[in-house]
């Protein structure tokens, strides 16, 4: 029997489809006692054997290797990149998305952000001869190497000029020996910042000595006592406090007494941000059952979900501030998810104002240097608490103790690229796998949520009541049609004209929902009745008046405001519909000693708008606050009195299964911005559609009235919690190339279910139908859809994955882009 053979199992750090597998190298000796699980590698690959990264997912052994392997290169990283769980975590992701390990592996290190850090190595002594054993070769070579390299190098320039695969170790141990200086850089975009500090270079015991040799030059005798009490400094410190010039820094370095050394410093968004405090609250009697509930999980660290459904300012944020705090007694780690980065600011405050230092924060609006310090920062330990927007449920906590995923119902939790993963299925598996409490919080849960805690897969905790005295505002149901009767033909009813005057004078402020950015839906002529749309993708061109263009909110395609017809020349040109700047213009007009704001997409495209807006409205400097679903949650400002929901029933004329939820969702999310403070609060609520189920049942703050209703409906269709779903978008270049591919997927999905014993096509494949868009950015696309009606879910996934996955190029022509969807959140 031969010797045993080391094996690293490895995925490339590729896109193509080709390489989306795992791939065996060996470990070379020099490397056994250093290489571990989660470490980044380079390997060669190919026919040409290009060096690729590569992650290390498995190390193994084998008796004997009856096929050739190729040898791992080196190490890049000194510490796995990737924990246990993490590794676990990938391979979950592609089996449940079906995406690539490369797509799923972006996700749990942030793509554009950790892949691209590479290790530079900087020569700090010229002359290091002295300080290296005469039998310490390889460190000799490496020196030698560098210093013809300029003296600085990164490790894979290294490795190229010297092959060595334990250079790793050689570099440290000549670090130690303060030879060299190892950094670590992010490649083109983001860079680790430091700063100078400025050290001994000598013994304490000689400082008194040169001290008396230094005769005339007393400002490098300050220097040398100040860093002889204090060790370390930041040069501008030093310079600052001695009030000395860095000509006699530098003159003590050059006779080598002290040395300059670069340390790292992180960025911090909130460097300059002051935090009121929030004082820990007295729980009424319904959050104090739900804590302590909640809490006797915690202390037997038994792991759990639970869905806190409490109405509009019930105190859900308390009860997370006080769970928070049990886990952090527990010495473990919690993650705090907000649906919006409109949301981020407040809860933000509310945690730093409880908990003082200790938080990372995690979302787009930060910039890249920021968000990958704060990713450092909890991935070193540094801090307990991870607060951000849907990709923070990949915080890298070593010891997870909570997840709590705020406004559970939004579909912002997710993901709309591949891996397309849903938050709360994501913070499933790490609750399984690293025994956490996860906690799912709403005033409108989702009907698939809430029939879980119904039958009792999660545990489902209510809040009936709002936690201060006041009551849930009354809404008040406006019939647009009754309107257009009497003669108002535009977009505000008399009624709340009526009420924004009176709050005005009573000096309240009023918040004014419309789902709808821009100025017109869409632009038309009056002759011909030409609708101008995109040339890219197959919808109508948005109007936004301030820029005076049309914009495509889905291709980002701008067009001129036109001054005639492009297809007759008639200068009738009409705008309809309404978006939240039209609706500020006229506001504004009505009201003109009015303080107006607009919170939208357009409006908050500027790093910092967001908190900006509130901030100003919090200080009660704005008198109305028009926005779009931005402002429809989470947000609390007891001066807010009159909410008006411009059109709620827009949402109900979407062809989508879950229209008449996000209806009711959108509707009594908004209204809960009403009457949080010590006064009644009032909400208006414009509609067409005023006995629809959902908007009655969203007057009346009724969940359960609305929730009977639609799971019904639900039953009756087959649609969740029922069934669970699969969406296949097909799209390219030519329309019937697409639909034909479409189709022959789902002939083939038929004839593998037929084979199997399954006859009900009809309840099980939907399409291949249009999609809701049926083209976008010049690409046509069809879709279709899966449900496993008395067909094992299993099943249907097994087909897509051997159809769409594993024989692609067999079965989708390359000029054919398609997209698998599990459990899609909606149709588009």
């Known amino acids: 029997m031969g010797e045993k053979v080391y094996i690293a199992q490895v995925i490339v750090n590729n896109n193509s489809l080709q390489t989306d597998k795992i791939f065996d190298y060996t470990i070379p000796e020099s490397l056994l006692m250093t290489i571990q699980e989660g470490m980044r590698c380079m390997v060669p690959f190919g026919m040409g054997n290009k060096k690729l990264e590569a992650y290390i997912i498995k190390i193994k052994t084998e008796e004997e290797v009856k ?55 900087s020569l700090l002594k010229e002359e290091w001869i002295e300080d290296i054993k005469e039998n310490s070769t390889k460190q000799k070579d490496i020196l030698q190497v560098l210093k013809a390299l300029g003296g600085k190098a990164t490790l894979e320039k290294l490795y190229n000029k010297l092959p060595i695969s334990n250079m790793n170790n050689i570099l440290k141990t000549l670090e130690k020996k303060g030879i ?69 820094l530098n003159a ?35 959050q104090q059952r739900a804590i302590e509930k909640i809490v006797s999980y915690i202390q037997k660290e038994k792991s759990n979900t639970f869905l806190l459904h409490g109405v509009t300012g019930s105190g859900k944020t308390e009860i997370y501030l006080q769970l928070i705090e049990e886990i952090l007694k527990k010495e473990k780690q919690g993650i705090i998810l907000v649906p919006e980065i409109a949301l981020t600011p407040q809860t ?53 103790g909570m997840i709590i995923i705020d406004e559970e119902h939004e579909n912002t939790y997710k993901s709309e690229i591949s891996p397309k993963y849903h938050a709360i299925e994501v913070a499933d598996f790490r609750r399984r796998q690293e025994g956490a409490v996860v906690i799912l919080g709403s005033a409108t849960p989702s009907i698939e949520t809430y029939y879980k805690g119904e039958v009792g897969e999660i545990t489902l905790l209510t809040l009936a009541e709002r936690a201060t005295v006041s009551a849930l505002p009354e809404v008040e149901v406006v019939d647009m049609r009754q309107e257009l009767d009497k003669g108002n033909k535009g977009i505000l009813s008399h009624r709340l004209f009526s009420l924004i005057d009176k709050n005005l004078e009573r000096k ?149 299964f879950r229209a008449s939820e996000k209806t009711f969702q959108l509707v009594t999310q908004v209204a809960g911005r009403a009457g949080r403070g010590l006064e009644e609060g009032r909400v208006i609520l414009q509609t067409y559609n005023p006995d629809h189920y959902s908007i009655c049942a969203a007057a009346q703050h009724d969940y359960n009235r609305f929730y009977k209703e639609e799971l019904e409906l639900r039953k009756e269709f087959a649609y969740p919690p029922f069934v669970q779903l699969i969406n296949i978008n097909f799209s390219g270049k030519k329309s019937e190339d697409v639909y034909t591919v479409a189709e022959k997927i789902s002939n083939n999905i038929k004839y593998i279910l037929k084979g199997k014993g399954y006859n009900n096509y009809e309840e099980i494949i939907l399409g291949p139908n249009p999609a809701m868009i049926a083209k976008v950015k010049e690409r046509y696309r069809f879709q279709i859809l899966l449900k496993d009606y008395n067909v094992p879910y299993s099943l249907l996934k097994a087909i897509v994955k051997y159809l769409l996955i594993d024989n692609r190029q067999k079965f ?17």
């Open 180 to 248: 060299i200086k190892i950094d670590y850089e992010i490649a083109t975009r983001v860079k680790i910042q430091t700063q100078q500090y400025v050290q001994l270079n000598i013994e304490e015991e000689v400082i008194e000595d040169i001290i008396v040799s230094l005769k005339n030059a007393s400002r490098q005798k300050e220097i040398l006592l100040f860093l002889k009490e204090h060790k370390i400094c930041p040069v501008k410190e030093l310079i600052d406090v001695l009030k000395v010039t860095r000509g006699s």
């Open 252 to 286: 003590l370095v050059n006779k080598g007494y002290l040395i300059i050394i670069d340390k790292e410093y992180k960025r911090d968004p909130f460097k300059n941000t002051t935090f009121e405090s929030f004082p820990k609250l007295e729980p009424n009697l319904q």
């Open 348 to 400: 933000i405050e509310r945690f730093y104002g409880r908990f003082g230092e200790g938080i990372a924060v995690l979302h787009s609006n930060l910039s890249e240097g920021e968000r990958f310090d704060e990713w450092r920062k909890i991935r070193e330990g540094k801090v307990n608490i991870a607060i951000g927007a849907r990709s923070a449920i990949f915080a890298p906590f070593r010891n997870l």
């Open 508 to 656: 309240k402020q009023t918040i004014l929902f419309l789902n709808r950015r821009g100025y017109a839906t869409f632009i038309s002529c009056r002759q011909c009745g030409y609708v101008i749309k995109c040339r890219h993708c197959d919808i109508t061109m948005i109007y936004h008046k301030n820029m005076k263009n049309l914009q495509c909110h889905y291709c980002g395609e701008k067009k001129e405001e036109p001054k005639h017809c492009p297809s007759c020349s008639s200068t009738h040109i009409n705008y309809f519909g309404t978006g939240t700047q039209k609706i500020q213009d006229l506001i504004g007009e009505h009201f003109p000693n009015a303080v107006i704001a607009r919170m939208d997409m357009d409006s908050t495209s500027i790093k910092g708008s967001h908190k900006k807006i509130l901030n100003s409205f919090k200080k009660q400097e704005i008198d109305i606050l028009i926005g779009t679903q931005m402002i429809s949650k989470g947000l609390d400002f007891p001066n807010v009195t009159l909410v008006g929901i411009i059109s709620g029933d827009a949402s109900l004329n979407l062809p989508d």
């Open 67 to 121: 096929y050739r392997l190729k040898e791992i290169l080196y190490i890049i990283d000194e510490e796995p990149i990737l924990s246990r769980n993490q590794i676990k975590m990938i391979g979950w992701l592609k089996n449940k998305y079906l995406c690539r390990y490369i797509e799923a592996i972006q996700c749990v290190l942030p793509a554009g952000i950790i892949n691209k850090e590479r290790k530079t190595i």
């Open 812 to 828: 989708i022509p390359q000029a054919i882009s398609i997209s698998v969807d599990i459990n899609p959140s909606y149709i588009m």
